[in-house]
């Protein structure tokens, strides 16, 4: 059992066109693709995870500006990434990938977002849920809060996924 804690997130994009993160027993790279048709090539984004004794794992994905952040809690891979480019537009949506299964989607969740909260300013405020995650009785459990609630959007989210593969 892997008890509730929040997600040590490791940020990338910010160094360059290729960056390697460890994430404990886990070694993740992401770079830049190198054939792309996209208008922002920069966006265009490779995940590599080694596996020992098997070819390389990769995840092809675009998270706005190049930029987002990677964590791993027993076997899944959390990746928060951006959508949506311009002012007051990208928002975080967060990713959990089976490391034991091809990277393999399991759900998306989106973990930002602008609300105008005062009609006599034209900036919205942009509001981060905190991120908490845990594994216990055959169950893995993302949790997604606000620090402080909004009016109009959830105050929570929770994604429970069974753990039976």
């Known amino acids: 059992m892997l008890a509730m804690a929040d997600v040590q997130w490791h940020k990338f994009g910010t160094t360059g066109d290729k960056e390697t993160i460890a994430l404990g027993s886990v070694t993740v790279t992401i770079e830049t693709q190198k054939v792309t048709d996209s208008g922002f090539p920069g966006d265009d984004l490779i995940l590599t995870v080694p596996i020992p004794g098997h070819k390389p794992r990769q995840y092809y994905f675009t998270s706005a500006y190049g930029y987002g952040a990677v964590a791993v809690h027993g076997d899944i891979l959390l990746l928060k990434y951006g959508v949506g480019r311009g002012t007051f ?45 845990e594994t216990a009785g055959g169950y893995t459990t993302l949790s ?22």
Do not use: M
């Open 144 to 165: 997604f809060w606000l620090p402080k609630p909004q009016r109009g959007i959830p105050s929570e989210k929770i994604v429970r996924l069974k753990n039976d593969g």
């Open 89 to 133: 537009a990208r928002e975080d949506h967060v990713k959990a990938l089976r490391l034991d299964y091809y990277l393999h989607e399991l759900v998306d969740v989106q973990s930002s977002c602008y609300v105008l909260t005062d009609p006599h300013n034209a900036a919205p405020d942009l509001f981060e849920y905190q991120t908490k995650i």
